[in-house]
């Protein structure tokens, strides 16, 4: 019992600091305003998202960059709301922009994926960014794609950074913290050239790329998966190709979720890809993860019934208020204003968290009125 609990507990601190200490050494991208703009194509997938457009459009009108070389491409996954009207409505007012209007055309389990593929052979630049609609873009953010392709002209994926809206709340600060060291263990692993996290919110990579490795196929029956499948494949065939764009213009604002319930099922989600993937150092991540938390939670019964002895209760929560104190520091550090104040309240919390999410995604959770993993429409 002494041994694995220390594997375990040495295994997580390691881990987890050495990712978020190299996110903290990575080089920074500094915008070049005199950079030649590059064309690119943005693809944006919706399903009834009436109460987020109008702030992701607006900063979509506020993007200091050339219109013209610009095409922004939404693609509909049979929204029954307003959705549809108010992108109309927008493309109208706005005739300097070239905003594209499609219809997912179902294909596969992944409306994302569908809707992504469907939208690179419909356009015509090779330069292509993903983001989605609850998001909010920083006025300089194609301005920072444009000079991270120039810096690396062979480029054929970029990952950015995301964030979550800043609220005083005890629910949006662990959400917030969650995001925060999840994008460093991701800037870590492009910093040790072993890349396996990104964000399908904000990244980035090339039309002839995207088709080399025939997009989505072989991982298109997961609902999820859009950016870390893909991220897969590229780095597969040249990982020498795939960079992080580490910078406050490149970061863009996400919204959180409202209630536990809906955080449980959307990360459920995204948990049930992680048997998919390949990448080890993923598998090892959620792994140390997830056996740190139900360590965490199991060690006062297994103490209280003197199972573990008190030095071994001891060094496990030190262990982890170490190491969860580093990370936030580290994430301070880049992105800033950690709402310390609610620090104690999610270290307790989170822990259980992660077991219920480990459970949920054992079965096939709804998403936006689907089952995942599955064609079945189960709201139309």
Not at 32 to 49: A, G, K
Not at 62 to 88: G, M, V
Not at 136 to 153: D, F
Not at 349 to 371: C, D, E, H, N
Request: proline content about 3%; glycine content about 2%; overall charge neutral.
């Amino acid at each position: 019992m002494t041994w694995l609990f220390s594997i375990i507990m040495i295994g997580y601190a390691l881990v987890i600091i050495l990712l978020s200490k190299e996110a903290l050494t990575y080089p920074e991208t500094k915008s070049v305003t005199d950079c030649d703009p590059l064309p690119f194509s943005i693809i944006i997938n919706y399903r009834n998202e009436e109460n987020n457009l109008p702030r992701l459009l607006e900063s979509i009108v506020n993007q200091e960059y050339d219109y013209s070389l610009l095409q922004w491409i939404f693609i509909n996954d049979s929204s029954t709301d307003q959705s549809t009207h108010i992108l109309n409505s927008f493309k109208n007012d706005h005739p300097k922009l070239t905003v594209i209007l499609l219809d997912r055309e179902p294909k596969s389990a992944s409306a994302k994926k569908d809707g992504i593929t469907q939208a690179v052979n419909h356009i015509t630049n090779e330069l292509i960014i993903t983001t989605d609609t609850d998001c909010i873009l920083p006025s300089r953010w194609i301005s920072s794609y444009n000079t991270k392709y120039k810096q690396h002209k062979n480029a054929h994926f970029i990952a950015a950074p995301v964030q979550m809206q800043q609220e005083n709340n005890l629910l949006t600060s662990l959400q917030r913290q969650e995001m925060m060291a999840l994008q460093l263990i991701t800037i870590g692993g492009f910093a040790y050239h072993k890349p396996f996290m990104c964000n399908g919110a904000n990244m980035s990579f090339t039309k002839n790329a995207f088709n080399e490795v025939n997009g989505y196929h072989g991982n298109d029956h997961i609902s999820s998966g859009d950016d870390i499948f893909l991220l897969e494949k590229l780095a597969s065939k040249d990982v020498t190709k795939c960079h992080y764009l580490k910078s406050q213009n490149a970061t863009v604002i996400t919204q959180p979720k409202n209630n536990l319930i809906d955080i449980i099922a959307q990360r459920a989600r995204w948990a049930q890809k992680g048997s998919e993937t390949n990448s080890r150092l993923n598998k090892l991540v959620s792994f140390q993860v997830l056996t740190m938390s139900l360590l965490f939670i199991s060690s006062p019964i297994l103490w209280h019934f003197s199972l573990i002895t008190d030095k071994m209760f001891l060094s496990l929560v030190l262990v982890k208020v170490f190491t969860d104190f580093t990370v936030l520091s580290i994430g301070d550090q880049i992105f800033k204003n950690v709402k310390w104040k609610f620090v104690i309240v999610n270290f307790i919390t989170y822990p259980f968290i992660v077991i219920l999410i480990a459970l949920k995604s054992l079965s096939k959770p709804q998403w936006q009125g689907r089952k995942i993993n599955s064609l079945e429409s189960l709201q139309e």
